[in-house]
């Protein structure tokens, strides 16, 4: 009897969800990194009404900084981000039917003087905005050779004006009330329970692992038979290996504040950190040959590890499960 | 009067029955998911039916091209649609489902591998050096430094070689829509209303040929047809009693159950609220419609959506107008959270009217394509609606996850998650 008794309170205890404080998660990972976007946005904005050429220092700097910003944050694809679209129009990727060049082709032969304001230009197809449309026009030889650079220069900076806007409405949708319904959860209808926002927060992250594995790394590999090094990520400004790093940071940083900063899962995410910092392929050129290909393999499979180690352990830990994402489906 | 009492009492019984059935769990897992493969194999077999319908129409216009021969034949494409579109939401969960699926009904497709196509298409892409291939116009070609002898156009020609070519997932030799784009065409409308316009001498003999090869093309229709029927043969059986599909969804209740909330799910939000109907919107993009050479998108949504539903409610419509009907996901979530249950129920119907709602406008003349336009507030709105309904009635399923105490929707148990190049980023 005394031995049933025991065995009831252990269940009770396992059963007990791990509490995850969703107010600290909002106030050190979402906000701080929404007004860093928000800054290094407008910063880009100012450095191409200043010099709009795509040689330019200033201008490629500030645009690294907020590529950067946003791949830090690019797994919160949820509530201010989803809402109007924002999270697109700051990042179309991947693109496999080849849109964002034809939107960005299309706007180069209207003309300068046709491009409209910035509330016009958030008309266009949504390939046309945002980093990596905005990488084709300072990165790709042919939109650089192109003659018409009046218009070129028009198009940089309206799609910097743009990404400049849509990051302070993120960061202003949230300071006025998302971080509120968060903060919140239980008493409000969006999140009903604390676990309903602590499971938008993991899936979140898990959705974030999943991209940077089955597509930052899943789509240069290709098959084995047929590499596609030409499908890696913003290759043409070098940034895919880059993209891996920074998003591995970033949802390693929020998930201890799910886990309440658990050794043994960030040692999950050091080490596929650190495998990416001794890669050495900035851009998975190495994909082509079978040495090459066999060493981005490796650090896809770290990243899967997370995956596991979140999913049986974690998620159960908290008593929740991944919700559903957009990349489900096919 | 004596009647009259008699069937009040009849009636009281039953339902005094029902409800201690219910009350005293009744409704089980297992029957609940005996219902729900039995409505598969009513889907599948109706999508048979259908399909087998539209292959006697494809004989005839092969044996006697007209341009009445051709109507029908469109017409019987379009109401294979039906019971197809509504098989859907077991795609995903069901891995023998996705496994097979890519072969009837992969979409988007570079049109050009198969038949000629206008010169606005364009070349070769970055991503696909099989867009124009033409396989119609070219009896030989190389593919993968192999020459193909393509003299007599097979089902094994297009299953084994041309589908997939070269691992792009847009080489889509079968299927569907490979027969849509034979008997529409490209639809050149742009955003303006109307269809795909192929003239029925397409497929006409001796001079009156246009376009060329109509003997080729002919031949293509057949074979793609012929394979349609005898995938759907095969996957109908997969879910009769004994079938593979049907024994592993009975095999293990809770996985069969997170099968069933993981094909809702999916499909409602990463694939029909993202990839199908936002990413359209957002691109702007005509030839992002899902039935774009039929213009028929506003069916293939609105019946993508009604399968979605027929699962909650263990509810399926056959062709021939009798109903499937038997324990319900429904059932077994009011049996422990009736509030749960009626929010269930009513953000499918909500997304039921959304997506009437783009059917109904759709039928009226505002084309799916014409709402897709840059700056069309009204289309805008309705595609929302469809959206915004989907996105929806997620939230409800991820909660129905979690009160079904099912809760390991785990990414091995999902193969939808497998697939790399989703489009919805």
Excluded at chain 1, 304 to 312: H, L, S, W
Aim: with cysteine; charged share 20%; proline share 3%.
């Amino acid at each position: 009897m005394r031995h049933l008794l025991v065995t009831a309170a252990f269940c009770l205890a396992s059963t007990a969800a791990q509490a995850v404080d969703i107010s600290a998660a909002v106030d050190e990972h979402i906000l701080p990194g929404y007004a860093g976007l928000a800054e290094k946005s407008r910063q880009l904005h100012a450095a191409a009404e200043a010099e709009c050429r795509p040689e330019s220092p200033a201008l490629l700097a500030a645009y690294g900084e907020a590529f950067d910003a946003w791949v830090r944050i690019s797994h919160l694809r949820f509530g201010p981000s989803e809402q109007n679209n924002r999270a697109f129009a700051l990042a179309f990727w991947p693109d496999p039917r080849g849109a964002t060049p034809k939107a960005l082709a299309r706007l180069m032969a209207v003309g300068q003087g046709s491009l409209g304001t910035l509330d016009t230009f958030q008309t266009v197809s949504i390939a046309a905005r945002g980093f990596y449309a905005m990488e084709f026009l300072l990165f790709d030889a042919q939109f650089r050779a192109a003659e018409d650079a009046e218009t070129r220069c028009a198009l940089v900076q309206l799609l910097a004006a743009d990404i400049a806007d849509t990051s302070a409405d993120i960061l202003a949708a949230w300071q006025d009330s998302y971080a509120d319904l968060m903060r919140n959860a239980g008493s409000n209808d969006i999140y009903r329970s604390e676990a309903e926002a602590a499971q938008q927060l993991f899936t979140a992250a898990s959705t974030g692992l999943e991209f940077t594995s089955q597509v930052r790394l899943g789509r240069p590999m290709g098959s084995f038979e047929r590499p596609r090094p030409n499908r890696a990520e913003a290759r043409r400004s070098g940034r895919s290996l880059r993209h891996v790093v920074l998003s591995l940071e970033g949802t390693r940083d929020l998930v201890g504040h799910l886990s309440d900063d658990d050794a043994q899962i960030d040692a999950a995410f050091a080490a596929a950190i650190a495998r990416a910092g001794v890669l050495d392929d900035p851009v998975f050129a190495g994909v082509a040959d079978i040495q090459g290909r066999l060493r981005v393999e490796v650090l896809q499979q770290s990243v899967e590890t997370i995956r596991q180690v979140i999913a049986q352990d974690l998620a159960p830990r908290l008593g929740i499960a991944a919700g559903f994402n957009a990349l489900d489906g096919d | 009067m004596k009647p009259f009492t008699l069937a009040t009492s009849a009636l009281a019984l039953s339902l005094g029955l029902g409800t201690a059935a219910i009350a005293d769990g009744d409704v089980t897992k297992v029957s609940v998911l005996d219902n729900y493969a039995d409505i598969a194999e009513a889907g599948f077999t109706d999508s048979l039916v259908m399909a087998q319908r539209l292959q006697r129409a494809v004989n005839t216009l092969i044996e006697a091209p007209s341009a009445e021969a051709l109507q029908t034949a469109k017409e019987a494409w379009l109401a294979a649609r039906v019971p197809y579109q509504q098989t859907e939401v077991y795609r995903f969960g069901n891995a023998i489902v996705d496994d097979w699926e890519g072969k009837v009904n992969a979409w988007p497709l570079d049109e050009g591998l198969i038949d000629y196509v206008d010169a606005g298409y364009g070349g070769p892409s970055d991503e696909n050096d099989f867009a124009v291939l033409n396989v119609i116009a070219n009896s030989s070609f190389t593919l993968s430094g192999e020459t193909i002898d393509a003299a007599t156009i097979t089902p094994a020609l297009l299953e084994e070689t041309l589908h997939e070519a070269d691992g792009v997932e847009a080489n889509v030799a079968t299927g569907y829509h490979a027969i849509e784009f034979l008997l529409w065409g490209q639809d050149l409308n742009g955003h303006g209303a109307g269809a795909g316009n192929r003239p029925w001498t397409d497929y006409a003999a001796g001079e009156a040929c246009t376009n060329g090869n109509c003997d080729r093309r002919a031949e293509y229709l057949k074979a793609a047809t012929d394979l349609l029927v005898s995938d759907l043969e095969w996957m109908a059986a997969q879910w009769a009693e004994g079938g593979d599909a049907r024994t592993t969804v009975m095999a293990d209740e809770d996985a069969g159950i997170i099968a069933m909330l993981t094909g809702m799910g999916s499909l409602s939000y990463g694939e029909q609220a993202g990839e199908r109907m936002r990413l359209g919107l957002m691109l702007n993009d005509p030839e992002e419609e899902h039935d774009c050479f039929a213009d028929n998108t506003h069916n293939s949504h609105y019946y993508d959506g009604l399968g979605i539903q027929n699962v909650y409610l263990g509810e399926y419509m056959r062709v021939d107008g009798s109903l499937v009907t038997g324990p319900s996901l429904s059932d077994l979530v009011a049996a422990t959270d009736a509030d749960l249950d009626a929010e269930m129920q009513s953000r499918l119907s909500a997304t039921m009217m959304a997506l009437g709602r783009i059917k109904t406008a759709a039928e009226a003349g505002f084309a799916y394509d014409m709402m897709l336009e840059r700056g069309n507030a009204a289309g805008e709105a309705l595609i929302m609606g469809g959206v915004n309904g989907l996105v929806e009635q997620t939230r409800s399923i991820e909660r129905v996850v979690a009160t079904l105490g099912v809760e390991a929707i785990d990414f091995e148990g999902s193969d939808s998650l497998d697939d790399p190049d989703a489009v919805f980023q």
